[in-house]
């Protein structure tokens, strides 16, 4: 995927096991994978849910109710919602959060 704002151009290939970033000024590269979990009423009283991309889901996976998604399997999109979630980490990652509703 590439994509083209006014400083430079980005370029992300999520696959299945990393997803890789490159612009002109960073490369980044951190795991393909989502997780979702529920917080209980000990950890916070609104007991809402928690989302998380990259290393950080991993890291959320130490938790037995945390369910982890590849987003992207045999090269076609899995889950939408874990596919979109990673894309937007990844242009959050290469500085380019004013432009995340053109995606």
């Given amino acids: 995927m590439e994509y083209k704002n006014n400083d430079?151009?980005?370029?992300?290939?999520?696959?299945?096991?990393f997803v890789k970033c490159v612009s002109a000024h960073m490369q980044v590269l951190f795991p393909s994978v989502y997780g979702t979990r529920k917080m209980t009423r000990w950890?916070?009283?609104?007991e809402g849910t928690i989302e998380a991309v990259g290393y950080d889901a991993v890291r959320m996976s130490i938790y037995p109710d945390t369910v982890l998604v590849r987003a992207v399997l045999e090269g076609?999109?899995?889950e939408?919602?874990?596919?979109v979630a990673i894309i937007r980490?990844?242009?959050r990652k290469l500085g380019c959060e004013r432009d995340l509703d053109h995606l």
Avoid: S
């Fill in 8 to 17: 430079d151009i980005i370029a992300i290939d999520a696959v299945t096991g």
């Fill in 76 to 78: 076609r999109i899995a």
């Fill in 80 to 83: 939408e919602k874990a596919f």
């Fill in 89 to 91: 980490e990844a242009v």
């Fill in 43 to 46: 950890e916070d009283p609104k």
